[in-house]
């Protein structure tokens, strides 16, 4: 127990429950050894810091050793995880995303936080996960908590073809859809990746189909999503296709031209209005009045969360490294602040599986 969990908790309260010695000093003079705290980190099978607060985050992620807990992390060769616990707006600080970001590089196994009412009475994400989606979780394995689950993702942008060379597109590189893909297989599942064309390389373990226009990426994903358990909508999919494509090169004519459009499928809205949908999660780009758009379409296309984001800001969205990302869902939502596209994957499945789980308490995620 560090100095701050002993103003919560007395070491008696946890000694009488635990029915285990407490431990709470670097150098303690009623202990036998001096070199105390590295036979307890040998003694370790693994290291579960829980609540880990922002102190403690930042101390382990610079390898500051200056209490028994510190030093225990840091002399650790056991797998160490943390479940962090803290203030809303402690948990979005750059800072504190950095150490996180620092830890899961070096390893540490991140559990949590989950969102909700916290103790100071503020919402947010920053609240320490259920002890037994702790527990879950670590007999699961490290970063297992999507094992046996059948995600399908689709990314990058679609083309969509006026004629044998030129075609309408966006300015999606993928890189989202490809970090989720990455961090679900790390995470355990089984990913199939329908990608339109990028530049990516694509991540060991996952299946890809590659695919052109949205009529071919609607295509791929129907015969694919009857047998998975969640879908992930990350593709920037053309909304519209030239109504009519010319088998040949389109000459130069007049001083103008115009384009017929026609409508795309709506490939989410298909897969989440079937009988046996998986757990839906959509993405929103929007330039405005985030919320409301971001709500609507949760709404209108059915969708069991969607993870909404400003484009057109000076950083992330289309084509960036960074990303920040509002999590909505029916009745809740949470904020996922800036941070690079892999450590906000890993974020948003975590969101994910809470919110299945919490769906489905029986389903093991
Ligand atoms: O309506 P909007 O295009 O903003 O919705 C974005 C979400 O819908 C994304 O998850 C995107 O992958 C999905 N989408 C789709 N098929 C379309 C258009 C969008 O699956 N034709």
Redesign the pocket.
């Known amino acids: 127990m560090t100095r701050s969990a002993r103003q919560f908790v007395t070491p008696l309260t946890f000694q009488a429950l635990s029915g285990n010695s407490v431990h709470t000093e670097l150098f303690d003079a009623g202990q036998a050894q001096a070199m105390d705290h590295i036979h307890l980190a040998r003694w370790a099978d693994l290291i579960l810091v829980a609540p880990a607060s922002a102190n403690m985050l930042a101390k382990m992620a610079h390898g500051i050793a200056d209490d028994l807990l510190s030093t225990l992390c840091l002399a650790a060769e056991c797998p160490v995880f943390v479940a962090p616990a803290m203030n809303q707006a402690m948990w979005n600080k750059a800072v504190t995303q950095d150490n996180i970001g620092r830890l899961r590089r070096d390893g540490v196994a991140i559990i949590g936080p989950a969102a909700g009412e916290q103790a100071c009475g503020e919402q947010g994400l920053g609240r320490m996960a259920e002890p037994e989606n702790i527990c879950a979780r670590i007999l699961a394995g490290t970063d297992k908590t999507m094992r046996g689950l059948k995600l399908v993702i ?1 990314a990058g942008p679609t083309r969509e073809p006026l004629d044998p060379v030129r075609f309408i597109s966006n300015r999606s590189s993928g890189k989202m859809g490809y970090a989720l893909a990455e961090a679900a297989v790390r995470a355990g599942a089984e990913v199939t990746l329908v990608s339109g064309p990028v530049n990516l390389p694509v991540p060991s373990g996952v299946s890809i189909i590659r695919i052109e226009t ?1 009529q071919q ?2 295509d791929a ?1 129907i015969s694919r999503v009857s047998d998975c358990d969640v879908y ?8 519209y296709r030239p109504a009519q494509m010319e088998d040949r090169k389109i000459k130069k004519q007049h001083d103008h031209g115009v384009i017929a459009l026609a ?9 989440a209005s079937r009988a046996d949908k998986p757990f839906v ?6 330039t405005d009045d985030l919320e409301n ?1 971001a709500g609507s ?1 949760l709404r209108a ?1 059915r ?1 069991d969360m ?1 993870a909404a984001n400003w484009v057109g800001q000076a950083e992330g969205g289309f084509d960036s490294e960074r990303n920040a990302l509002q999590v909505y869902w029916p009745g809740g939502s949470c904020h996922l602040p800036m941070t690079d596209k892999d450590q906000l994957a890993e974020q948003l499945l975590t969101v994910i599986s809470e919110r299945m789980h919490e769906k489905n308490p029986t389903q093991d995620t």
Request: net charge neutral; aromatic share 10%; charged share 20%.
């Open positions: 689709s949205a990426m609607y994903v992930i909508g990350a593709a920037a999919v053309a909304d409508k795309n499928p709506d490939i989410i809205a298909a897969v999660v959509g993405f929103a780009a929007e758009y379409k296309k969708l969607i």
